[in-house]
């Protein structure tokens, strides 16, 4: 372990941090060690993380001198934060600051910033297309991210940028999954037209921040964007009724029928899936697949995932 680079990994217990000391710890020889940064070292998934090999360490991101001390000795950094837990974006702008700052007096070496697009750039808050939430942002959760970019630059941490895609395990976890209509038929609902969603199994988040940091300073400075695959709304539903057996239409509601679902945050996702369609090339070409596979070979198109996970998406 002494002679390893250690990797601090932010959210540690959940998917993306998760990904991230899995992947590490399967590959014994890599030459890193990942130092699992938890609230609670006595959970049931930290305990887990300790079992597979993982060192366990107690921070909380909002702490910034626990933060410190967890980032301490290290060589890297996995940094991500965590809107859904509370949905306020300026918390979110609040710990990239606090975990830029832990990893410049640590002095790291390379950190991963999971970050998302500022949308405001190019749908302005003055563009009335999608609505202005929360007085300041368009897509919240994407803008909070990608607004904080520049705390890391500013501070000479050296950083690589990770544009993250949409999670096929939110059809398990999120209640994005088709669901069963009045007359028993599976309807799959997005609000994105014809457009390709780019989506990515969590785990494989991990796998690809892995393969960053195994090239080193090369990557220092860029922003990666990684996807499985870019999927239609159509193509997704193709893919489940394989899967599930049973037919499954795709429901392509509009970005306003989307924001009206009323559950917390739907505002936000809606505005989110219009933007995702309306820069479908932008938002597509951030996410090179070549550049995911040559990152993580192991990276798995949505038929595999499916094949694996279509039996824990709940359908009502
Ligand atoms: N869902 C999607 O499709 C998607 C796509 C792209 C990006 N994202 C972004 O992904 C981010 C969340 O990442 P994730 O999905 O990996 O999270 P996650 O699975 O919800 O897990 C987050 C983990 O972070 C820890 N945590 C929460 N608050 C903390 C705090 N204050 N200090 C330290 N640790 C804390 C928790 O661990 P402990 O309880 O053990 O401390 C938890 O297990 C969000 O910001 C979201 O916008 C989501």
């Known amino acids: 372990m002494a002679d390893k680079k250690i990797i601090a990994v932010v959210g540690a217990t959940g998917a993306q941090g998760g990904g991230l000391v899995r992947a590490i710890l399967e590959d014994p020889s890599g030459g890193f060690a990942p130092r699992a940064i938890t609230r609670d070292a006595n959970s049931d998934k930290a305990k887990e993380l300790a079992k597979l090999g993982a060192e366990v360490v107690v921070a909380d991101v909002d702490d910034a001198d626990g933060l410190k001390r967890a980032f301490r000795g290290a060589h890297g950094a996995y940094c991500v934060t965590f809107y859904w837990a509370h949905m306020k974006p300026e918390k979110e702008v609040a710990e990239a600051v606090l975990m830029a700052r832990a990893a410049k ?10 970050t998302l697009e500022d949308t405001r750039r190019w749908v302005p808050l003055s563009d009335d297309r999608m609505p202005t939430l929360m007085a300041k ?5 994407f803008d909070a991210k990608g607004e904080s970019d520049h705390v890391f630059s500013d501070m000479g941490v050296p950083t690589t940028f990770l544009l993250t895609s949409f999670y096929w395990d939110n059809l398990i976890h999120f209640g994005m999954g088709p669901k069963e209509g009045p007359e028993g038929k599976l309807a799959f609902t997005l609000p994105m037209a014809d457009k390709k969603l780019p989506g990515i199994a969590a785990e494989d988040i991990g796998r690809c921040a892995y393969g960053v940091f195994k090239r080193g300073g090369d990557s220092v400075g860029e922003t990666v964007g990684i996807a499985g695959e870019h999927l239609t709304g159509a193509q997704m539903a193709a893919s489940l009724t ?7 239409r795709y429901n392509a509601v509009t970005p306003e029928t989307y924001r009206s679902f009323g559950f917390p945050g739907a505002d936000d996702l809606g505005n989110m899936f219009q933007f995702k369609r309306d820069f479908e090339s932008v938002f597509c070409g951030a996410r090179s697949l070549e550049v995911s596979r040559a990152l993580n070979p192991k990276l798995q198109s949505f038929d595999t995932w499916l094949a694996a996970n279509a039996r824990r998406i709940p359908l009502d």
């Open 242 to 248: 394989r899967a599930l057996g049973r037919e499954v």
């Open 137 to 141: 942002y368009k897509v919240p959760h």
């Open 105 to 114: 007096d640590a002095g790291l070496q390379h950190v991963i910033w999971s």
